[in-house]
T-cell receptor, first 114, second 114 residues
Framework: AQSVSQHNHHVILSEAASLELGCNYS??????LFWYVQYPGQHLQLLLK??????LVKGIKGFEAEFIKSKFSFNLRKPSVQWSDTAEYFC????????????FGTGTRLKVLA | DGGITQSPKYLFRKEGQNVTLSCEQN?????MYWYRQDPGQGLRLIYY???????QKGDIAEGYSVSREKKESFPLTVTSAQKNPTAFYLC?????????????FGSGTQLSVL
């Protein structure tokens, strides 16, 4: 069965610090990968996604993620975080099996100190 | 505005009672999903539907039931068999099969047991 692991459950950073959140998945076939973000009091929204092509994808608000197939990873990065990045971040995966079944990780709560 | 509407925002269930959470979308999406969000456990898939009159169990379907009689609507019933129903429930929908694929989420329903 597919699964997604996010190893960092809580992260606290100061403004301007660099961010990297880990995401690993288990599935042997072709996958589509996503990062979603949930700001306090807001709906979950898409941050970025990878379907194919360049493994380094850029999303909104200066976020990027790199797909490393050999490591089954899709880590999220941002060079310099802001207080407004305080949110919960979820990694998700769907497979090429045609079921369009989204599996999410357990989430990472990021707190950025001003 | 197009989007997903979940109601009610807060719901209380008595012991032995079935309750139904509403989810309506006007995005003309084929696929709809129900997730349960618990602190530290991320989003876990309850049921999903790729087309009208068809739906599939997710990872934690026990104690829940759904129907998909209309494209726009995907109600979730939390039955008395669900022994730990207190959670935040999220409905989502998506376009499928294109690079525009992503999940659109509702604002959620918080279910509590009296």
């Amino acid at each position: 069965a597919q699964s997604v692991s996010q190893h960092n459950h809580h992260v606290i950073l100061s403004e301007a610090a660099s961010l990297e959140l880990g995401c690993n998945y288990s599935y042997g076939g072709t996958v589509n990968l996503f990062w979603y973000v949930q700001y306090p009091g807001q709906h979950l929204q898409l941050l970025l996604k990878y379907f194919s092509g360049d493994p380094l994808v850029k999303g909104i608000k200066g976020f990027e993620a790199e797909f490393i197939k050999s490591k089954f990873s899709f880590n999220l990065r941002k060079p310099s975080v802001q207080w407004s990045d305080t949110a919960e971040y979820f990694c998700a995966v769907t497979s090429d099996s045609g079921t369009y079944k989204y599996i999410f990780g357990t989430g990472t709560r990021l707190k950025v100190l001003a | 505005d197009g989007g997903i509407t979940q109601s009610p925002k807060y719901l209380f269930r008595k012991e032995g009672q079935n309750v139904t959470l509403s989810c309506e979308q006007n995005l003309n999406h084929d696929a709809m999903y129900w997730y349960r969000q618990d602190p530290g456990q991320g989003l876990r898939l309850i049921y999903y539907s790729q087309i009208v009159n068809d739906f599939q169990k997710g990872d934690i379907a026990e104690g829940y039931s759904v129907s998909r009689e209309k494209k726009e609507s995907f109600p979730l019933t939390v039955t008395s068999a669900q022994k730990n129903p207190t959670a935040f429930y999220l409905c989502a929908s998506s376009i499928q099969g294109t690079t525009n694929e992503k999940l659109f989420f509702g604002s959620g329903t918080q279910l509590s047991v009296l």
